[in-house]
């Protein structure tokens, strides 16, 4: 596999790909569009809900089938699957679908082709050191995400939260999660058969010659319907190259989850291009959300005002602390603590390629289902904790190349910071604080290189390390520190969190069952105490 071929499966041109690093735009942070000055007053609601990830798709369902009224705010679009299958693109050939007010697609490994800017699916957040991917859509990162579902390792959830029961956790909350999500496990003769999985087979082959243990693990896709993908009887979504900017199909997405339940119970009103500006705490104990109604080409429609007795701050580990500590700066939170935007980690995150000396196939699923877990028990005298998700590379080519989604055990943390200058929340996070990932991934390589040849693939990132950007930001409100022990904030104990920011910087594995199942946990606390 050439540089230059690997380029051309990807409708690009060489001299773009060199320059993309430069081309690619901050979203959420971008400069403030010009407001409308008249403001309008929305109404109070009970209860609001920020985001509709899996923070708040558990809040929503939770609350809304107790007949609690709950209006969702998010910023992002509703994505109503069309039965023509054309509602997302796909990620050969992106178009303004796939990203958040974007000029290029935004992808771990750019793709510079020009579109249009758009409210679509896939937000990359650009801060100084570090780059963090986040969905933006109603459904949050269950739209673009690959769908992992895998319960925290029972030692690691202990060292991050040994004041929680865990047996409640593991006996309750975390398969409640499981099965509102969906989750299943490929069937096994379906895995050892299909050509769609060669470059997972064969990944685990060399990883075997290399004495490293590989396990599968769940995923929220459909895997009877994946299996009819295969048979050629339905649309090709997950076998069609679909994934991280939405699934046309097969995807247990959010929407179609614990959102789609909450919409069914008929207390939940939705309100999509919502995006709350800032959060007032005021006199009556009510709380003040500005919202901006934000357009298609990115312009603000209108300004508005929402009042409400309860918050349910949903909206990501960057999301949410960026919304305390913008709303603190501007004196509107006043009594918010000195945890609130700390303990921020990337979990871990880490990527790399490695050449093969074997094919992996040149028709690939989008959908990961085995991992080498270097993070338990024997990991051969090495001193790091890795887990590699055996990524897809689905490019419709024999590449040689395999990818490795790794999450480390990188105990470094970072914090985001209102910055006075800007007027922007920024990250405080150093590229070398990295290093125990980078060097756990080579030594990964390596040991895999040393019995079956191969090397690291310098084709994908620069280095052969994808170590500047993430998919699972963690922390920035911490639970038990930012607030109490079930996610009121402290100071503010009507605004919850629910989120990825509750977790401090790692969940040893993809992280979005152990918010789902926290969430869980955390809400039927609140509703018993809170509600009556
Ligand atoms: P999230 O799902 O990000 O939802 C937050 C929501 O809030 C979004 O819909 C935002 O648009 C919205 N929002 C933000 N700010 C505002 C505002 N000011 N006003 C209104 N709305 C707002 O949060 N995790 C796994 O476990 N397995 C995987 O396979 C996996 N793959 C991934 C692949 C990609 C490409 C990416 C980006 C992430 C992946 N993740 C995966 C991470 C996972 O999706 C993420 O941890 C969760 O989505 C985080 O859930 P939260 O509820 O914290």
Redesign the pocket.
Known sequence: MQRRQLIKAMGLSLGAISTSATVSGCQTLAKQPKLPSKVIQAGHFPNII???????AVSALRLSEKGHKVLI????MRWDRSPKHDTFCKMINADKRSSWFSNMPNAPIPIPIPIRKYPGV?DLIEYDDMKV?????YG???I??????IQPRRSHFEAVFPWIDADEMYETYFPKAMKELKVSQIPESFFNESEHYEFTRSAERQASRAGMKTEFFGNSYDFDYMQKEARGAVYKSALGGEV?YGNNAGKFSLDLTYLKNAEATGNVTVKTL???NTIQALDNDQLRLEVHVINKTGGVDEVEHYTCDKLFL????T?TSE?LLKSQAEGKLNNLNEHIGKHWGPNGNIMTGRNFVHAAGTTQSTIPVKGINMWDGDRGGSKYKIFAELAPLPLGLETWTTLYLAITDNPERGNYYYDKASKTVKLNWKRAQNEYSVNAAKELIEKLAKVNGGSTSSLLFTKGFGDNFC??PLGGCVLGKATDEVGRIKGHENIYVQ??ALIPGSAGV????F?TGLAERNMAAILREDFG
């Open positions: 920020v985001g509709s990830g899996y923070g708040g705010l998010e910023m992002g896939l991917f986040a969905g933006r859509a949050g990162g269950s673009v995400n690959g769908a992992i579902a991280i919502h995006k709350v949903n909206a990501g580990s999301g919304l998919y699972h989120d990825g993809n992280p979005y069952v918010i």
